[in-house]
């Protein structure tokens, strides 16, 4: 069973791409926020998504990022994300495998928990929801 304990509205701001023999690496900047039980904040500016595909592999990602704000016990903090995937058959990503990293005492249980993410495509960005595995 998974519980969501985050929820991040992101919105893209620039695209880099690298087309290769071969292959091909982009680059995704992103802003946006989080409005959940668990935090509200924003991300800080440096936010970027890095993508790498080889012709006729899968797509793999890695998405970095800072969100700064207040926890659920109205301290402010920072929460440091890492959220790592691959593209199915079908280009889609089923699920990441996020890191968490964070000063919150409240929320210090994110940096062991066993966490799976998902992405829901949005106008101009996605809106990634990141679950506690029970």
Sequence with gaps: MMKEVLSIDVNITKVDTVKGSGREAIMIHFGGSCDCELFKG?????????????????RTLSARYVLEGKDNAGKDCQIFIENNGT??????????????VTDSET?????????????????????IHICEVD
Excluded: H, M, N
């Design 42 to 58: 924003v991300i800080l500016p440096g936010g970027v998504d890095t993508q790498y595909q080889e012709d006729g592999g899968r």
């Design 107 to 127: 929320l210090s249980f994110l940096q062991t928990a066993q966490l799976r993410g998902t992405i829901e495509g949005k106008e101009g960005g996605v809106i």
């Design 87 to 100: 593209t199915d058959e079908d280009g889609k990503v089923k699920e990441t495998i996020p890191k968490i």
